[in-house]
C-alpha cells in the first residue's frame, strides 16, 4: 500500500507558476517539480476541496493551470470534524488564529489518516519547532499525526 500526502495549497501553486527570479523560490519550484514526477509512482497524492478553493482565487490564468495540477490528485472528502479540530488547534496556540486555512489543512489531513502533509509553508507548518508541537499535540489528542515535510524533504527518501 502506498503512503499517502496530502498536497497543500503552496506545493501546487510552486509546480503550476512561471519560474521566479528569485533563486530560493526557483530552486523550490524545481525541486516541486522533480519531486511531483517521482511520487506520483511512490505515493497517493490527495487534496481536499479546501485546497481547490485556495487554488481558484486570484489571477484566472494562474488559476486555471494551479487547478489543471489540482486534476492529478485524489479529492477526499472534507472530514465532518475538520472544522472542531481546526480551532482547536488554533485555540491551543498551534497554528495562527489568523489562519484557519492552515488549521483546516492540518485537521483534514490528520483526521483521514494522510501519513504526510506537503507543504512550503514554513511560516505555520514545516518550521522544525512547529512540527514538534503540532505532532505532539496530535499525538497527545488520540490521532496518529501526519509528517509534516517539504516536498524537497520527501524527494530526499523517493530518491533513495
Do not use: C
Not at 68 to 78: I, Q
Not at 106 to 120: F, H, K, N, R, S
Not at 129 to 156: D, M, N
Request: net charge neutral; no cysteine; charged share 25%.
Amino acid at each position: 500500500m502506498k503512503l499517502r500526502i496530502y498536497v497543500e495549497t503552496s506545493v501546487i501553486s510552486y509546480l503550476a507558476a512561471r519560474t521566479s527570479r528569485n533563486a530560493l523560490t526557483a530552486f523550490r519550484q524545481e525541486r516541486t517539480r522533480r519531486w511531483w514526477e517521482k511520487s506520483a509512482k511512490s505515493f497517493s497524492l490527495e487534496a481536499s476541496d479546501l485546497v481547490r478553493l485556495e487554488i481558484a482565487s486570484g489571477d484566472a490564468i494562474a488559476a486555471k493551470r494551479r487547478l489543471d495540477v489540482f486534476l492529478a490528485l485524489t479529492v477526499l472528502p472534507l472530514h465532518d470534524d475538520v472544522g472542531e479540530f481546526g480551532k482547536r488547534l488554533m485555540a491551543e496556540g498551534l497554528v495562527p488564529r489568523s489562519e484557519p486555512e492552515d488549521a483546516s489543512h492540518i485537521a483534514q489531513a490528520t483526521l483521514t489518516g494522510a501519513d504526510y502533509i506537503a507543504t512550503w509553508n514554513f511560516a505555520h507548518l514545516v518550521g522544525p519547532h512547529t512540527k514538534y508541537r503540532l505532532v505532539q499535540s496530535i499525538e497527545r489528542w488520540g490521532f496518529k499525526a501526519p509528517l509534516l515535510a517539504t516536498p524537497e524533504e520527501i524527494l530526499e527518501g523517493v530518491l533513495s
